[in-house]
């Protein structure tokens, strides 16, 4: 008896210092996988990756060691007392320098690297599993599955279940299921039509008050709006309309309504009609409305500044997912206006808010990426945003954001939260939404109380949602992976892309304009349409190579990517030169050479298709040339062109516009003059651009202009323009003129050529 005491207290001791020991072990296995992963974005930096870099340093925080120095220091941050901050003095570059022979070696070595960090996983795995241990066991298990797909030993562990072609929990299988019954509601949709009509006995109160003209099309649930000259792009926009109904019937496990839409729409082209709107109804808060918002709504009717046919198809097509949502709070009610927007069209076009305006500053680099609308730039940026260990915005701040005082990240995390929430139960964040607007109604902000009263109804942590968002970004697990089928920057990396690069700038320098970066982010989907054209060989007409079909092999998001992808499907870096010279012809891959507000480029090259993404880094120039200017240019510097250009080089487009003006199975068309801002959100000058043409005589040629609503790259741009002669330029010196309203005054630029 005298010794038990002692024999409990020495059990008691052994018990202490085992747990010890055993968290000193996993502490030190942390710090060898953290070296390894600092040793190769270290090495990425160096080589001139910098984007990749930072994920994988934030990959060393949030996965094995969240104060690790190296990390931190490679971050561009400093340490202040006992905070980490930003090295104002050592800004964190943004831009690859690195080429396609250094980028290789080093995807090499990232799949050698997450190879090794799984086998060292899976060495403890088993350790801790012959230690009784399941919960480490697993722990170890689930991280060998986030570095390599296939892993057998560890499925059979977690006793995962099928999941498509791959195996996974139960809640994945979940998130699979939904995720790729929306996609197939989307695909499905996109090529379904829809009867739209125009009326003339419709009245719209807020748009007479205004005494705006205006006329209105209605289909089988909506009503809308619009200028008199925009019939088929409002009709358009219905068609999207109705096609979103339906994908919210799949999106949505709530009945969604089947009659007539309880609103109409008004989306006119110029903000100055948007504002005279404004202004003859007197809305709440009319000043700020006017200087910083987009879309407003009055009585029964939502009125919103398109400025072009994809601001306006993004228009109908979020009123529709808010209206189906019903939810009220800002951040849902923006997040979910992205969500279904980015599902549908993987662009963003039209912000409740204008960020730009609302800091009342000049936007840097790093907020041109937030306000981008291309989906990819915002899933790299949720991706890293989901990579933080620290700084992000937690899911519970969500309910408390007001939309007039968005910051670029709450934006980022209130649509990527509710695109996770629309795979995982939707239900769920309709009781947040309701949780929040009484909360709201009560003056309560407290996350807290949120996170109690969400609890209680769903026997779930919000903390626990915003883990599984962070997994499901950063791809914690194969099926997650799965699900976003992205592919990773650094296998966006080709060979040879180092000298297409030299040989494009060299082309845009004879043109006068800045040369640009490469991005390997923005080469991701470069890969994927270039490995569709080399397997579909016979897919060589515009048409073709700027879409992708699903049946044979491509995808939906794939084919709105290639709409305004730069291909060349014979590339030859001998032939570079040539090649570009003839892009002259082709308007659309024009504004590639002669837009100088594209600051960066992905590219890929797979054997000889080279496919350009010269859309997801425009931005403001940094050269005193900013603004709009025309092809050709403006002064008259003897330059001469063919009079013609060949239908079959142009594609579809260009067969219909001929059709629709009595020139049906004409084989050519007149030498076609561009404009180019290089707005990705459209022309907002359609309402008063003009251009006219003169032939040698001084006779008028017949003309059409055309604005950036193609789907075709030869045809079309971003923020371009095209005045298409709709006959072969006569023979000799022809003149032309460019006019719109810029600000108060007329602009106008003018030029001449001579036509061979």
């Not at 680099?365 to 306000?371: K, L, N, V």
Request: proline residues 4%.
């Amino acid at each position: 008896m005298t010794h038990r005491p002692f024999v409990s207290s020495l059990v008691a001791f052994t018990l202490v210092a085992s747990a010890a020991a055993q968290a000193n072990e996993e502490a030190d296995f942390n710090q060898r996988q953290a070296k390894s992963l600092n040793a190769f974005a270290k090495k990425s930096f160096d080589k001139g990756f910098p984007r990749i870099a930072k994920v994988v340093w934030l990959q060393v925080h949030k996965l094995y060691d969240p104060d690790n120095v190296e990390a931190w220091t490679g971050l561009g941050y400093v340490k202040v007392g006992n905070s980490w901050n930003p090295d104002t003095n050592k800004p964190y570059p943004k831009t690859d320098t690195g080429n396609g022979a250094e980028g290789q070696p080093l995807q090499r070595a990232y799949e050698q690297l997450k190879k090794d960090l799984a086998g060292m996983h899976r060495l403890q795995a088993d350790k801790w599993g012959k230690a009784g241990r399941t919960d480490r066991a697993n722990h170890h298990w689930r991280m060998v599955l986030r570095w390599v797909d296939d892993d057998e030993q560890a499925k059979k562990a977690l006793d995962y279940v099928e999941v498509g072609a791959l195996s996974g929990t139960g809640l994945e299988k979940s998130l699979y299921d939904r995720s790729k019954a929306i996609e197939k509601a989307v695909e499905e949709q996109s090529k379904t039509d829809y009867e739209v009509k125009q009326v003339t006995d419709v009245q719209c109160e807020p748009l007479d008050r205004a005494q705006v003209k205006y006329i209105t099309v209605r289909s089988e649930h909506f009503t809308l709006h619009g200028d008199e000259d925009q019939l088929d792009s409002l009709c358009n926009g219905l068609r999207w309309a109705e096609r979103t109904l339906r994908v919210c019937k799949v999106a949505f496990p709530w009945p969604v309504k089947d009659g007539a839409w309880p609103q109409d729409w008004a989306c006119f082209d110029a903000k100055e009609t948007f504002q005279q709107i404004l202004k003859a109804n007197q809305v709440p808060d009319l000043e700020w409305r006017l200087e910083n918002t987009a879309s407003c709504g009055i009585g029964r009717t939502n009125v919103a500044a398109t400025t072009g046919v994809q601001v306006l198809l993004d228009s109908c097509v979020r009123n529709v997912a808010r209206g189906c949502a019903g939810f009220a709070s800002d951040a849902y009610v923006e997040g979910i206006g992205h969500t279904l927007v980015g599902m549908i069209f993987n662009n963003n076009r039209l912000f409740s808010v204008d960020l730009k305006k609302q800091q009342g500053t000049t936007a840097s680099e790093e907020d041109r990426e937030f306000q981008s609308p291309d989906f990819d730039v915002w899933k790299n940026l949720s991706l890293e945003l989901a990579w933080r260990s620290t700084g992000g915005i937690p899911a519970n701040r969500l309910p408390f954001c007001e939309a007039s005082n968005f910051s670029n990240e709450e934006r980022i995390k209130a649509w990527s939260f509710c695109d996770y929430m629309m795979r995982r139960d939707p239900e769920m964040l309709r009781t947040m939404d309701a949780i929040a607007v009484d909360m709201q109604q009560k003056r309560q902000k407290q996350p807290a109380d949120f996170d109690k009263q969400f609890e209680e109804q769903h026997k779930l942590p919000v903390a626990q949602l915003d883990k599984e968002w962070e997994d499901f970004w950063t791809g914690a697990s194969p099926v997650l992976k799965a699900i976003q089928n992205n592919t990773p920057p650094l296998a966006a990396i080709s060979k040879g892309v180092d000298k297409w690069l030299e040989a494009y700038n060299a082309a845009r320098k004879t043109f006068g304009k800045t040369p640009v970066t490469w991005s390997a982010n923005f080469s991701s989907r470069c890969k994927e349409h270039a490995e569709y054209l080399k397997k579909n060989k016979d897919l060589r007409d515009p048409a073709s190579m700027h879409t992708q079909s699903v049946d044979l092999g491509g995808s939906y998001v794939g084919s709105l990517f290639a709409q305004m992808a730069l291909v060349i499907p014979d590339a030859s870096i001998g032939n570079a030169k040539k090649t570009f010279e003839k892009w002259v012809y082709l308007p659309g891959y024009r504004d590639a050479l002669v837009n100088n507000t594209i600051l960066s480029v992905g590219m890929y090259l797979e054997g000889d298709v080279l496919v350009i993404n010269a859309t997801s880094g425009i931005g403001q120039p940094k050269a005193a040339s900013a603004g709009a200017d025309c092809y050709p240019p403006r002064t008259d510097g003897g330059l001469t062109f063919e009079r013609e250009v060949a239908v079959a080089d142009l594609g579809s487009e260009v067969e219909a516009l001929l059709k629709k003006h009595g020139r049906e199975g004409q084989k050519t068309i007149g030498f076609p003059l561009t404009i180019h801002f290089g707005s990705t959100g459209g022309l907002g000058v359609r309402g008063s651009l003009n251009c006219s043409m003169r032939g040698p005589k001084g006779d008028a040629i017949e003309g059409v202009l055309v604005f950036d609503d193609g789907t075709v790259r030869t045809t079309s741009a971003p923020g371009m323009a095209t005045f298409w002669p709709l006959d072969p330029l006569p023979k000799g010196k022809v003149q032309f003129a460019w006019s719109w309203m810029g600000g108060d005054a007329q602009q106008v630029l003018k030029g001449g050529f001579s036509a061979k």
